[in-house]
């Protein structure tokens, strides 16, 4: 190996003389770094032979999670987001689930599309299928806590309506799905009237029915005639005549959002409270007028990393 003390030999050409007419110059090494030699190109042979082709490489998609949004992403959640970012393409693909028919009482198939994880993720306002996919979870804990009697679902899907025709067929998906079970079952509805989750509760056993809500001050006049005209019809398919309308009682201490996205992750939250707790005092919990609160970011995050 050569190091800067080293003499080697190099050829200064001028184009006006033979090669033979060059004039040898000594340099040490460190002298020739980064100089320049001329060489007649008649010196030079290439062996084309062995020259191959640079093979075009087509660019790989970078699969790596760069987006700003994956720093709200829950850790355990980023292989899923991954997925969602990278692979899904635009909503043309979807993640399929056909729900057990003891869900929502009813057959149901559930496609989570790319926006329906984003939104999940990123904390954006929440869609319909991320809210059944939810209920399917809480299922889970319904089974394994023993409270399938106790609780059941109604697949918010069922419960939209837009106009006449529609409101009757609520109506009538409403009183089949209380119908199943025992008749002190309570039913956990989340509803959607104008772009905005609140969580519907229905004990037919006592006639009440009970609203949670994150936003205060919300009337729901035309979703409170659908919900008395579901029970009015199940009282008359059930025998239980000359019974009341029901009693509408507003939670008023359900913790309450601070910004304009976070309802559906507050029904999700009100739903997991009010399963998972085996005195089932929701009602007093949230009747009481008490200092206004709200869930915590840990606390939303606890929903979304279920």
């Not at 959640?77 to 399929?96: G, V």
């Not at 899907?157 to 009183?175: C, D, H, I, P, Y």
């Not at 025998?239 to 359900?254: D, M, N």
Request: charged residues 25%.
């Amino acid at each position: 190996m050569f190091n800067g003390d080293d003499a080697v030999k190099v050829y200064e050409s001028d184009k006006n003389i033979e090669m033979e007419e060059m004039q040898e110059i000594e340099e040490t090494l460190g002298q020739a770094i980064e100089s320049y030699v001329a060489w007649p190109n008649y010196f030079i042979v290439l062996n084309l032979e062995k020259i191959k082709k640079k093979k075009h490489v087509a660019p790989v998609k970078d699969l790596s999670m760069k987006d700003d949004g994956v720093k709200m992403v829950p850790s355990k959640c980023k292989a899923l987001y991954h997925i969602a970012k990278n692979l899904m393409d635009n909503n043309s693909k979807a993640l399929m689930s056909t729900l057990e028919n003891e869900v929502f009482g009813v057959p149901r198939d559930l496609h989570i599309f790319e926006d329906d994880i984003i939104q999940l993720m990123e904390t954006q306002w929440l869609g319909a299928n991320c809210i059944v996919a939810y209920m399917r979870y809480l299922y889970e804990i319904l089974i394994k806590s023993d409270l399938v009697d106790t609780f059941g679902f109604v697949d918010s899907a069922r419960v939209v309506s837009f106009g006449v025709s529609q409101t009757k067929n609520v109506e009538k998906n409403l009183v089949e799905r209380m119908q199943q079970g025992k008749s002190d079952r309570i039913f956990l509805v989340p509803y959607n009237p104008r772009n905005h989750w609140m969580l519907t509760i229905i004990n037919e056993e006592k006639d009440i029915v009970y609203i949670a809500d994150s936003l205060e001050k919300q009337e729901y006049p035309e979703w409170m005639e659908t919900v008395n005209n579901a029970i009015k019809l199940f009282n008359g398919v059930t025998g239980r005549h000359g019974k009341k309308a029901p009693q509408w009682i507003t939670l008023l201490s359900t913790p309450k959002q601070v910004g304009g996205v976070e309802c559906g992750y507050y029904v999700m939250r009100y739903m997991k409270e009010i399963i998972e707790d085996p005195t089932i005092s929701f009602a007093q919990l949230w009747s009481k007028k008490s200092k206004r609160t709200n869930y915590s970011q840990e606390q939303i995050d606890e929903v979304r990393n279920e």
